[in-house]
């Protein structure tokens, strides 16, 4: 058995005496889980159904509530072995709550209700909030992750609408930070999380995620590449020659393979051996060759570079007016983060060159350089149920006024004006669906259209 997959212990210790905490006849507790703000206006929401699928659709087992009992006891918690023995006899096992949640893919302003749990059964009210340390980890960090993909998508596709050809939206951002995660499970559910807005990656976890989760094809594509050690083996003074390697090895009539140029001098590799000795070699072979460059200033070495390709290679003036390069493109991958990238576009487009011509791949900073505090996540309790009767409560710090809570039931609605309103109002329209009861996933959605409610 694996421990981490035990959702006794999948919780923070001070959750394990809270079930002797509430008021006396408390028989039910209602959370919600926002985004209260932070680096994003909006949020894309995922990642739910994975963690549903992957812990709660099986049923505790007495051996995992002995383990529990075992170790929880000796941490010096009070662990209600009677609260979770009653589940494992009279649910199967099977943990007793209700999730409702906005589709997967939804693009939802902050400070809304994205999702929420309660118990359905009487005798366990303590069992919402065990639940947080486990839900709200299952949706902060692919939220986050999805989220900043899609403004940064954003930012792309307003580029190519201005300067080119806004269709190659889906391979200008690839995914390269399955090396730059905590965890295998991380780079897959980070990986996929980014897979809802781009089709580019080397994150291979993140297309087996969105497969087995999500019931995706393949979802995310790549192309051959170069990397250093394969460069820096040929000698510095074989470098053309491990160029002229890779062309014969992968360039053919249509493909696309990208090249790391900078081992030694990006500006002689692009000038000199690429734009001369490989030049003709480049055009011949009908592949469109990628350079990267991985050092220095991104935008002053990519503003010399581009020219330098110009140069060489030439290029077109598309009917926007914005110059194309003939037979060679460049992505960068060494820096990159939202301020990087619209910085590079506006250089490009102040130049007269296209978006067309620029790629990006990022690692650590769109699946690792975010916490739950990049978006300002929170599972908070709403409501609870007392001697029949619910009462709203919330929080209401006086020193920070950010972290007032939600009061009541509540839920996502649209209004009228189809505007996102989070509320315990009798709006047209409930946004959140019931995607999980008493063990059962009640929503299976599909990869494509956890897309399709992206882009809408």
Known sequence: MKHSHNILLNTDSYKVSMWAQYPQNTTHVFSYI????GMYDKTVFFGLQAFIKEYLTKPITQEEIDLADEILTAHGEPFNRAGWQYILDEHGGYLPVIIRAVPEGTVVPTKNVLATIENTDPQVPWLTTWLETALLRAIWYPTTVATRSWH???????YLEETGDSTLIDFKL???GARGVSSLESAGIGGAAHLVN????????????ARDYYSAGVAGFSIPAAEHSTITSWGRAGEVDAYRNMLTQFARPGSILAVVSDSYDIYNAAGKL????LRQQVIDSGATVVIRPDSGDPVEVNRKLI????EKFGYTTNYRGYKVLKHVRIIQGDGVNDDSITAILEMLKSGGWSADNMAFGMGGALLQSVNRDTLKFAMKASAVRIDGL?????????????KISKAGRVTLYKNFNGEFHSGVEDWPEDCLQSVYRDGKL??????????KNARS
């Open 174 to 176: 690839h995914d390269f």
């Open 390 to 402: 619910w009462h709203p409560i919330s929080k209401n710090p006086i020193t920070d006024p950010g």
């Open 442 to 451: 009640l929503v299976d959605i599909t990869f494509e259209e956890v897309r």
């Open 152 to 158: 940064i998508r954003q930012t792309i596709l307003k």
């Open 198 to 209: 781009f089709m580019g990656t080397d994150t291979i976890s993140g297309v087996l995620y």
């Open 274 to 277: 690429w734009g001369e000795e």
């Open 307 to 310: 020219e330098i390709l110009g």
């Open 34 to 37: 926002e985004s209260r703000g």
